[in-house]
């Protein structure tokens, strides 16, 4: 069995369009490669989003969760390809399912999003991903997501 692929944050922004502050991931393991792969999230109070969400009880919205698996599954598809780098591709969110928030998010948590292609259909993918925090399941949903040129 060969060792799992650790990109960090510059070889993520390669793969990646998204910047500051919508970039949800700070590191990315690859267990198999354009298959199975962990994303790392780490939040503190400087998250523009905590300033809002609220001020009293800062807590990371569902939608950025969901976002953060989405990125996690867009950066597994993108490695898949050799010279990732320099191909004019992106990967595009199509839909969610089966979405479900069970414990908040927020400052000073490490969430890791659990991402797996579960179908693929010519440039289209579907993955399940369960995000957790501690150990401890935050979120889950499957996503749909395709490639495209651009």
């Not at 089966?98 to 579907?126: C, S, W």
Request: charged share 25%; hydrophobic share 40%.
């Amino acid at each position: 069995m060969s060792e799992n692929t650790i990109y960090n944050i510059d070889e993520i922004m390669k793969m990646l369009p998204h910047r500051y502050p919508f970039l949800l991931i700070d590191r990315l393991e690859i267990e198999e490669n354009g298959v199975k792969g962990i994303g790392l999230k780490n939040l503190t109070m400087n998250e523009l989003f905590f300033q809002g969400h609220f001020p009293n009880n800062p807590i990371m919205p569902g939608v950025l969760q969901l976002e953060a698996m989405a990125q996690t599954a867009g950066c597994i598809v993108m490695s898949a390809e050799p010279d990732y780098a320099t191909k004019k591709k992106s990967v595009l969110f199509m839909s969610i399912d089966g979405a479900k928030f069970r414990k908040p998010v927020r400052p000073g948590d490490q969430m890791k999003m659990y991402l797996e292609k579960t179908k693929v259909h010519h440039n289209i993918f579907v993955f399940h991903g369960v995000s957790k925090v501690d150990d401890q399941v935050v979120s889950e949903a499957d996503l749909t997501a395709m490639v495209v040129d651009g």
